[in-house]
């Protein structure tokens, strides 16, 4: 770890903070907001940055303690890893896109409390132990690299993972009984409320403060989620061969569905498949394999947005003309963007228009919100959002007449009576 000057563009400047990480094999730094966090304010000394470093290294190896006595098990248990690499491959196959987290709860949270807090190298015996380990989870089990408390989604991955591997054990006949631990209810984890909704008006200032930052493509992908509700690694997969101009067939039910609700559009994408963290084509979420028929084609509603796009297509379709690459999948549209920047240039875009900051996972609840709402069309909204259970739909509704609740509110009963007879 070493700490480094950063110039700012006015010549002002402050210390930063590397280091190396062996695992992905890249320098990590500190982000000027993580320093302010740290230690409440810019690091402008010398000698201040000094007495940081030091603090921080003192930090860095606390946690590495910590994850070396949280892995203990991995030096105690020795037939374990082997279980382990078949879980690894037998997730591989059963959840193409999930399986590298199940993996990771299980080797950081299920395997430490069974093998080196518990120390139950006999398997059988784990099923004994379920309510203690929903305890643990519930009180004791921290975050990584936090003295945080994990939130209750990551509690029923770890008990996702548990479950899913004493299956494989099962079915391998390397246990003798399968049993199931029970997972935490619904309602205690985190979900999407009318906080996290965009409004149109919204987009638009963020759209043009990304924009006016010369931030194009994260500026376009923004709009672009909002109006095809795709997650962000779904939006980064669309190429220069997935972007279509004129209508849709008229048999398909998608067109039917437009129609029918009066919505135009400019043209559409047809996307198969989703980037993964290495920036490599994996299947949707919930879909086994990249096929057409776990397609979906979304419609460009908006004027601004089609044009935005066709300037991305071109620009890529003028790289593609000149080279002798002939595959136009590999032109991605938003291929400069990069996930962790995205997100510190979407909060800076929030910040300067005064907004509080949503993810851009939000934007898919808003289009959802939205596209249920005012078409009130199970249909529709499924097919254009890729959702299968109806369950999606009515939370989506619901949080659509929360919304017109809230909006009515305002021209109800205030320091005025506005309420008139009929």
């Not at 500190?30 to 010398?46: A, H, N, S």
């Not at 920036?279 to 949707?284: A, E, G, N, S, T």
């Amino acid at each position: 770890m070493q700490y480094e000057k950063r110039v700012n563009k006015d010549g002002s400047f402050y210390y930063s903070f590397v280091w190396y990480d062996t695992k992905s094999k890249k320098r990590l730094r500190l982000t000027r907001e993580e320093i302010k966090k740290r230690f409440g304010k810019d690091i402008l000394l010398e000698s201040e940055a000094k007495d940081c470093l030091k603090l921080l290294e003192a930090q860095y190896q606390t946690e590495k303690i910590k994850i070396e006595r949280r892995l203990s098990w991995e030096k105690e248990f020795y037939s374990f890893n082997g279980l382990l690499e078949q879980y690894e491959k037998a997730q591989k196959k059963r959840a193409i896109n999930s399986w590298e987290n199940n993996v990771f709860y299980l080797k950081n949270y299920v395997l430490p409390y069974f093998l080196t807090l518990k120390k139950l190298n006999n398997i059988e015996m784990w099923s004994d132990y379920f309510e203690d380990f929903r305890e643990w989870l519930e009180k004791s089990a921290i975050q990584l690299r936090s003295k945080n408390l994990i939130s209750y989604s990551s509690k029923n991955h770890s008990i996702k993972a548990l479950n899913t591997f004493l299956d494989m054990l099962y079915n391998k006949k390397l246990i003798h009984k399968q049993s199931k631990c029970e997972a935490f209810p619904e309602h205690l984890i985190k979900s999407r409320t009318i906080d996290d909704v965009i409004y149109p008006n919204e987009m638009e200032q963020v759209y043009l403060s990304l924009k006016s930052n010369k931030h194009t493509q994260e500026a376009i992908l923004f709009r672009y989620l909002f109006f095809s509700g795709m997650r962000f690694s779904e939006g980064l997969a669309i190429s220069l061969a997935d972007i279509y101009q004129g209508l849709l067939p008229e048999n398909q039910l998608l067109s039917k569905k437009l129609k029918t609700n009066n919505i135009t559009y400019f043209g559409y994408v047809v996307s198969d498949s989703q980037l993964n963290d290495k920036k490599v084509r994996v299947p949707f979420k919930g879909k086994r394999e990249i096929s057409e028929k776990n397609s979906r084609t979304i419609p460009i509603i908006d004027k601004t947005l089609w044009n935005d796009l066709v300037s991305l297509a071109e620009e890529k379709f003028n790289l593609w003309s000149n080279s002798k690459h002939t595959n136009k999948k590999d032109y991605y549209l938003f291929d400069l963007i990069d996930d962790s920047t995205a997100r510190r240039r979407l909060e800076e875009a929030f910040r300067s228009v005064k907004l509080k900051f949503r993810t851009w996972h939000c934007l898919r609840h808003s289009r959802a919100t939205w596209l249920i709402g005012e078409t009130g069309d199970e249909v529709l909204a499924r097919t254009w959002l890729g959702h299968s259970s109806p369950r999606i739909f009515e939370k989506y509704n619901h949080m659509y007449q929360a919304l017109i609740r809230e909006a009515k509110a305002k021209d109800t009963v205030g320091s005025e009576f506005k309420l008139k007879k009929v």
